[in-house]
């Protein structure tokens, strides 16, 4: 809530489905208005009608994040219907799974058009606001992707790094502004990630000695992370453990076991 007792409004990326849908679940539950941003209008208007009837005003601003200058349109969107955003959750990515000489190079585009471009810039447009008025929360959403490299998944994974080193960078910068940014970095999650990122068939989906996480235990995750303003949140143990050392590991040791998460790229 804010200090004037009005809710907090929070725009969430990426909200038709998985992790986005349910930190908007999540948001509401806690007090929140929201608006809701995705490319599929119905699935969005279907989650609105729910988060209405939990006593939440959701707003619905269809947009496809990956089309050059739609992230700043938005924000001048939500700025000309008087929608003051207090927290801004930069959900909305996918993946591309393949050796990088054989991926369709207008994916790649299109991937790091959303997971970079569309990210940097609608977070480059909303938080002036919120350090001006002294309050407000950013989320970004990495992933474990983002603290190895990942043959098989190289640009998504250097994606994802881009979000994290981004989230950490800025996290710092906004200390003492009353705005706190967190990166969260889910590992494996029960979403529509695989089925989008052509991912079904890899190891870390498909092996049972690799935990899977529910988008909304992840959700709830990182909402806790966001609201204590931790900088950055890896979910789960094991995800931890994986993320962490391969900061620390040779490479010798981080490459053969992403390819055994991540398959062959030959
Ligand atoms: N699931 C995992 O294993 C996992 C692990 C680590 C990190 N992540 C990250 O978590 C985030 C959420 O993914 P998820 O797991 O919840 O997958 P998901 O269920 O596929 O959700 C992805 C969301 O992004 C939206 N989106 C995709 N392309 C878009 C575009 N061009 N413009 C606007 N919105 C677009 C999708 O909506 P529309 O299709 O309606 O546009 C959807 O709402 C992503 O950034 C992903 O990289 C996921």
Same mark, same amino acid.
């Given at each position: 809530?804010?200090?004037? *007792?009005?809710?907090?409004?929070?725009?969430?990326?990426?909200?038709?489905? *998985?992790?986005?849908?349910?930190? $908007?679940?999540?948001? #509401?539950?806690?007090?929140?208005? #929201?608006?809701?941003?995705?490319?599929?209008?119905?699935?969005?208007?279907?989650?609105?009608?729910?988060?209405?009837?939990?006593?939440?005003?959701?707003?619905?601003?269809? &947009?496809?994040?990956?089309?050059?200058?739609?992230?700043?349109?938005?924000?001048?969107?939500?700025?000309?219907? *008087?929608?003051?955003?207090?927290?801004?959750?930069?959900? $909305?990515?996918?993946?591309?799974?393949?050796?990088?000489?054989?991926?369709?190079?207008?994916?790649?585009? $299109?991937?790091?058009?959303?997971?970079?471009?569309?990210?940097? /810039?609608? !977070?480059?447009?909303?938080?002036?606001?919120?350090?001006?008025?002294?309050?407000?929360?950013?989320?970004?959403?990495?992933? %474990?992707?983002?603290?190895?490299?990942?043959?098989?998944?190289? $640009?998504?994974?250097?994606? &994802?790094?881009?979000?994290?080193?981004?989230?950490?960078?800025? /996290?710092?910068?906004?200390?003492? !502004?009353?705005?706190?940014?967190?990166?969260?970095?889910?590992?494996?999650?029960?979403?529509?990630?695989?089925?989008?990122?052509?991912?079904?068939?890899?190891?870390?989906?498909?092996?049972?000695?690799?935990? &899977?996480?529910?988008?909304?235990?992840?959700?709830?995750?990182?909402?806790?992370?966001?609201?204590?303003? %931790?900088?950055?949140?890896? %979910?789960?143990?094991?995800? &931890?453990?994986?993320?962490?050392?391969?900061?620390?590991?040779?490479?010798?040791? #981080?490459?053969?076991?992403?390819?055994?998460?991540?398959?062959?790229?030959?």
């Amino acid at each position: 809530m804010q200090d004037n *007792g009005a809710r907090n409004l929070a725009l969430v990326t990426g909200a038709s489905s *998985g992790i986005g849908a349910e930190l $908007a679940r999540e948001l #509401v539950r806690h007090g929140h208005d #929201v608006v809701l941003t995705a490319r599929r209008a119905p699935e969005l208007e279907a989650l609105a009608a729910e988060l209405r009837a939990a006593g939440a005003v959701a707003t619905v601003v269809p &947009k496809d994040l990956g089309v050059p200058g739609a992230a700043r349109e938005l924000a001048l969107e939500l700025d000309a219907r *008087g929608l003051q955003v207090d927290v801004l959750i930069n959900n $909305a990515g996918f993946g591309d799974v393949g050796a990088f000489v054989r991926e369709d190079p207008d994916r790649i585009d $299109a991937m790091l058009q959303l997971n970079v471009v569309a990210l940097t /810039a609608l !977070t480059r447009a909303l938080l002036p606001g919120m350090v001006a008025r002294g309050h407000g929360r950013v989320m970004l959403v990495s992933s %474990t992707a983002g603290f190895l490299p990942g043959p098989n998944m190289a $640009a998504y994974c250097a994606s &994802k790094a881009y979000v994290l080193s981004l989230g950490e960078a800025l /996290a710092r910068e906004l200390r003492g !502004t009353g705005v706190t940014l967190t990166t969260l970095c889910p590992g494996a999650t029960h979403s529509g990630f695989a089925t989008a990122s052509g991912a079904e068939s890899l190891p870390l989906f498909t092996s049972s000695l690799v935990p &899977k996480m529910s988008s909304a235990s992840v959700a709830r995750a990182g909402y806790d992370a966001m609201t204590r303003g %931790t900088p950055v949140l890896v %979910t789960g143990i094991m995800n &931890k453990l994986v993320a962490y050392s391969g900061r620390v590991l040779p490479r010798a040791i #981080v490459f053969p076991v992403a390819r055994l998460l991540l398959g062959d790229h030959r």
